[in-house]
């Protein structure tokens, strides 16, 4: 019963921290400031159908297409309440002329906000035009008014719902981006040989990008999306890769071959540095260099040190993980080597991941690790102020590689049920699990900055 | 009809969303518990041999682990106490059967290993003429893999045997170049599973240069989890991954 208690009240508190997370920003729009808070009551937004216009055939697939992410999108933000579909008021309205507010104001659908819009093609080009409405306030309604058009296809009509989408989130979100235009990094095993692999953010659209054969693992996109790092193996053992997704192919990173045994890059958030494992002195331990590959020197000096990730908000701090002491922990210490602190008391800790805000760590936990233990191994989020913790994932398979969201709501992993390992996401309060890829294994996501 | 599809999940999904906020200030559902008799709780019992695999004359080291018992036996050994280590020495491939039992009932675990007769070559392995082993046979049957412990990168007492026999292998065959490969179980992250692969294979070099071969003789990588010898969920097929493994650099 305490446990639970000690449970809630963790949850409490990273909701609270999250909230006011969201909303710090000066620019919050008025009706944040008056309406109670994020963390209790999300807002109830509806999104209408779009209005299809013109004789194009292809319009209706264009539509459905569009519909769908963009609820998609909407619902899984983790700060709106989406009206139903069928609680919409009859009518697909296509302008302000055709909304009815006071259907979407009052019940079933009793929206606070309703997103609308409707779909053309003209000369080859697919046309979204979206309206954000604050329901209640039908004196001066409009929050949104925008154009969004782009080369007819269907990839165009889900990027159209996501630019939509996180102009929305941009304006209801308390100042932060949406991130539906993002990308997940993975790895996959899917081709017969682990490759690393992206997809969007709802886990459409996935493709192979590097093609060496043989293991490749630890994506890292780069804050300026340009780069991909990651480590490979070769003849000469491993080594620190580079693919450039602005070139399409892999470009040469010479500091990261010495030693044969090059594990695990990590980008600072500026994309000025990048950290990782190097035994190029015989022991694993954690490097730093600038993103050319110059100033290279070592911050660590005793064995099993790997997994490095970097406070992005200052850029002054790294948290990796250490056998130093027996069984892997988490530690932080600063970007020159000192003040080494750490982070968790026991068990198994791995795969740390630092929040956007700089904030939190999450990673892999044990807690009870061992021959014969009945450990799990499950997704924590812990305050790197106060070194609370939080346990996201229970009972669900075994978990590793937390990798945070650029808007810090969300939380993508890894999760091996059976044998089989998957990418899953979820709200960064452990709530709304799902599975995002469902071919082969995949392992190691990383989401990109932006 | 993707599209369809697409939405049809939303809609699951965001039902779905709402029954898990409904139950929110609920206890999560109990997971099932396996059900253990009303006399007591169940006894465990697992039994690992290492080397799985031996020449005829090599020892074995059989490590055993039970809990929740109150008699413990290996079939043809004879009583044991609950956990502990015992040096074996068969002449045959044997399948070794651990019994634990308790007031809750009992358990079993069972180690195998295989012996092969001592090959006539060994002795005779630093000739190179006429000899009918190919030289990665050779290799192989003198430079044997070096086992670790759970979470471990020290090379165990039971490893002296095999790294002296490699050492003098590998000092009367100079022109050998060899790569140690270290290699984990499957448990544990991919990433900190290759420093631990890497600090074993680093133990073994490290003992293999004390023994008096020169360190630019041994390259050294870490394979960590990624290329399993053996891939069931059991203790002794861990025990098998988690070693240094030797091949010819070439």
Redesign the interface.
């Known amino acids: 019963m305490t446990a639970?208690f000690r449970y809630h009240s963790r949850v409490f508190a990273l909701m609270l921290a999250l909230a006011v997370l969201a909303l710090t920003p000066a620019h919050a729009q008025d009706w944040i400031r008056i309406g109670s808070s994020l963390s209790n009551q999300r807002i109830r937004l509806g999104a209408a159908d779009a209005k299809p216009v013109g004789a194009d055939p292809e319009i209706p697939?264009f539509k459905?297409?569009f519909?769908?992410?963009l609820?998609?999108d909407l619902?899984?933000a983790g700060i709106f309440d989406?009206v139903?579909?069928s609680f919409a008021p009859p009518g697909t309205p296509g302008s302000p002329q055709e909304i009815n507010l006071p259907g979407w104001a009052t019940e079933p659908a009793n929206a606070s906000m309703v997103a609308f819009g409707a779909l053309s093609t003209a000369n080859g080009k697919l046309t979204f035009n979206g309206w954000l409405f604050d329901a209640k306030n039908p004196g001066s309604p409009q929050v949104l008014g925008k154009q969004y058009t782009d080369n007819a296809t269907l990839d165009t009509a889900r990027l159209l719902a996501h630019k939509f989408a996180d102009d929305i989130i941009a304006r209801l979100g308390g100042g932060l981006n949406g991130i539906a235009e993002t990308k997940i990094y993975f790895v996959s095993s899917r081709t017969g040989s682990?490759e690393i692999w992206a997809m969007d953010y709802d886990g459409q659209n996935q493709h192979i990008v590097t093609k060496l054969g043989g293991?490749s693992?630890?994506p890292r996109i780069s804050p300026d999306n340009s780069r991909l790092a990651f480590s490979s193996?070769g003849k000469e053992?491993?080594s620190i890769r580079m693919y450039s997704l602005d070139l399409n192919r892999m470009v040469a990173f010479p500091a990261g071959i010495a030693g044969?045994?090059n594990?695990?890059p990590a980008w600072s958030g500026d994309g000025a540095k990048l950290a990782f494992?190097s035994?190029r002195t015989?022991?694993?331990e954690i490097w730093v260099c600038d993103a050319s590959g110059g100033n290279l020197r070592k911050l660590t000096a005793f064995?099993?040190?790997?997994?490095p990730t970097w406070n992005p908000r200052t850029n002054g701090q790294i948290a990796w993980?250490s056998?130093r002491t027996?069984?892997?922990q988490i530690y932080t210490m600063d970007s020159d080597g000192g003040n080494i602190v750490r982070m968790t008391d026991g068990g198994?800790a791995?795969?740390p991941s630092w929040s956007p805000n700089g904030q939190f760590l999450s990673f892999?936990w044990n807690r009870k690790y061992g021959?014969?233990a009945p450990g799990g191994q499950d997704i924590y989020a812990m305050d790197i102020a106060s070194l609370k913790w939080l346990q996201l994932t229970?009972?669900s398979g075994s978990n590793?590689?937390p990798s945070w969201s650029p808007d810090g709501r969300h939380i993508v992993f890894e999760r091996a049920i059976g044998?089989r390992n998957a990418i899953w996401t979820m709200l960064a309060d452990g709530?709304?699990q799902?599975e995002l890829t469902h071919s082969g294994r995949d392992?190691?996501p990383n989401w990109s900055w932006k | 009809m993707i599209a369809k599809s697409r939405l049809l999940t939303s809609l699951v999904l965001s039902v779905a969303v709402l029954a898990v906020v409904g139950c929110g200030k609920k206890e999560k559902p109990v997971a099932p518990v396996e059900t253990a008799p009303a006399t007591g709780p169940a006894p465990t019992a697992q039994l690992t041999a290492t080397p799985s695999s031996i020449t005829a004359g090599d020892q074995v080291v059989l490590s055993w682990r039970t809990t929740n018992a109150n008699t413990i036996f290996i079939e043809g050994i004879g009583d044991l106490p609950s956990s502990g280590v015992k040096t074996v020495t068969p002449t045959v491939s044997t399948s070794y059967h651990l019994v634990a039992r308790g007031d809750g009932g009992s358990a079993d675990a069972t180690a195998r290993v295989t012996v092969e007769a001592a090959p006539v070559a060994v002795a005779v392995a630093n000739d190179g003429t006429g000899n009918s082993m190919s030289a990665d046979e050779q290799f192989h049957a003198n430079v044997q893999d070096i086992f670790f412990d759970y979470d471990s990168y020290d090379v165990r007492p039971d490893a002296s045997g095999a790294l002296s026999k490699a050492a003098a292998y590998l000092a009367s065959n100079s022109s050998i170049r060899v790569l140690i490969g270290g290699y984990c179980d499957e448990r544990g992250s991919n990433e900190y599973n290759l420093t631990l692969g890497q600090s074993r294979a680093s133990s073994v070099k490290q003992a293999l240069v004390q023994a008096g071969i020169a360190p630019d003789r041994l390259r050294v990588v870490s394979y960590g989890k990624e290329k399993p010898f053996c891939t069931e969920s059991t203790e002794e097929c861990w025990q098998q991954n988690r070693r240094a493994g030797f091949s010819i650099d070439r």
Request: proline share 4%; net charge negative.
């Open positions: 639970l697939a459905a297409s519909d769908a992410t609820f998609n619902s899984s989406m139903s579909k682990k293991v693992l630890s193996i053992g491993w044969g045994s594990f695990s494992s035994a015989g022991d694993s064995r099993n040190n790997s997994s993980v056998g027996g069984l892997p198994y791995i795969s892999s021959p014969g229970h009972d590793d590689f044998g709530t709304e799902h392992f190691m």
